[in-house]
């Protein structure tokens, strides 16, 4: 694959959409709806509260946002599913929900959390979820509920991956990947990166991936900084390029970064960037079942140290964990850092991306997913294999 060359026009005429692999049936939703009730149960609760947003939209189908208003999911141990929401929202719930669930709905004037309190027996154990509101949480304790932390019931579904699930994380990178070698061709001395942005949003679109969930394009020095600096920059030969961008397909999201020589750059990049590719591919190889996440991001480290770098947090090193769980969130437990001793099992998945950072002067960032299998681990996105060649 060449950098340069070609342009954002013939670039997107030559995108055909991808297809993408089937979306979550309602079977797998009520297999984690029963996985999720024999973990509440593990924790010693009587029901669990789920809040909006990712894990609403994984267990139900709802794509809600949180906003001042509670929307949940309040699933008991035993019973049905109730759907708590406002009243004047019942036709759009009604057009999102994939499960069967009765609707506790409540008026403007209403506290939505007194239907909580009343679907439950008096004393009972709430597993909550722990992105659900403090000050809502204040009012379901002043209730007399006893509230527990929901996070093992929630984090214990969606940690592990299906075959569905995995089957829609590769479609998404497989759409970021071509939409990442798309936007390589394109470059030339002075494109500005806000022109790079708007051209992979649009290859995103073409190739099936709705709009960019997030993209950062940052030339030169503002490598150096992990989520580069604010304003447009134009790109100048000699300089590196780093890319870092992902969309979403049923729900599920890509995040690929690739870093990259435009034209000429000294061999002091050159050796650090292979650093980084050796430190990538030692946190792949640490990967397998039962071994705990921090040994992982340990592997990455050790690479580094070996080099002179680092150690820990140090720079010149890595300023930020290795790597971060991915699935209906861009970011979600487990994480590839110290201190997460997580044991690692098939069908979690992950980034890897033990950035380097020469502070004020460059960064390179090599990010590929992996998941793991009953033997190791299997890349979704095969890693990039030298700094002139970003896509093999």
């Known amino acids: ?27 797998e939703r009520a297999e984690r709806i029963d996985r ?24 139900t189908g709802i794509p809600w946002g949180a906003s001042e208003r509670m929307v949940a999911l309040l699933l008991p141990v035993n019973g049905t599913p109730r759907i708590i929401c406002p009243a004047f929202e019942r036709g759009t719930l009604e057009a999102d929900l994939t499960i069967a669930a009765d609707l506790l709905l409540w008026e403007e004037d209403a506290d939505p959390t007194a239907l909580v309190r009343d679907a439950l027996p008096g004393g009972a154990t709430l597993a909550v979820d722990p992105l659900l509101p403090f000050a809502w949480g204040q009012k379901l304790a002043r209730h007399g509920l006893t509230l527990t932390d929901g996070a093992p019931a929630i984090d214990g579904c969606r940690m592990v991956k299906s075959p569905a699930e995995l089957a829609l994380l590769q479609s998404a990178k497989d ?17 500005l990166a806000s022109e790079v942005v708007r051209f992979i949003d649009d290859a995103h679109r073409a190739i099936g991936g709705g709009p960019s969930y997030f993209c950062i394009v940052q030339f030169g020095r503002a490598t150096a900084f992990p989520h580069g600096l604010p304003g447009d920059r134009a790109l100048n030969e000699g300089e ?43 946190a792949f190889a640490a990967a397998a079942p039962g071994v705990p996440c921090e040994a992982v991001d340990a592997a990455a480290r050790a690479v580094l140290v070996r080099e002179g770098l680092g150690p820990d947090y140090r720079l010149p090193g890595l300023p930020h964990r290795t790597g971060h769980g991915i699935g209906m969130s861009i970011h979600e437990p487990a994480y590839l850092v110290r201190g997460d001793r997580t044991p690692l099992q098939p069908g979690m998945c992950f980034s890897n991306e033990p950035m380097i950072v020469v502070p004020d002067r460059f960064g390179i960032r090599l990010e590929d997913h992996f998941h793991v299998t009953e033997t190791g681990a299997a890349w979704f996105t095969q890693p990039q294999p030298s700094i002139d060649r970003p896509f093999g």
């Open 175 to 191: 759409m970021t990947l071509a939409v990442q070698a798309a936007a390589a061709r394109i470059l030339r001395p002075g494109i």
């Open 240 to 282: 590196l390029v780093l890319i870092d961008t992902g969309c979403r397909v049923g729900g599920y999201h890509s995040d690929i970064t690739r870093t990259y020589a435009f034209g000429p750059v000294a061999d002091e990049v050159r050796a650090i960037w292979d650093i980084e590719h050796t430190a990538q591919a030692a």
């Open 36 to 59: 999720a009730r024999a973990l509440t149960a593990q924790a010693g609760a009587d029901a669990l509260l789920v809040h909006t947003g990712a894990s609403l939209d994984y267990f």
């Open 1 to 27: 694959m060449t950098i340069g060359g070609s342009t954002s026009a013939k670039e997107l005429a030559a995108i055909r959409p991808f297809a993408a692999a089937p979306a979550i049936t309602a079977a």
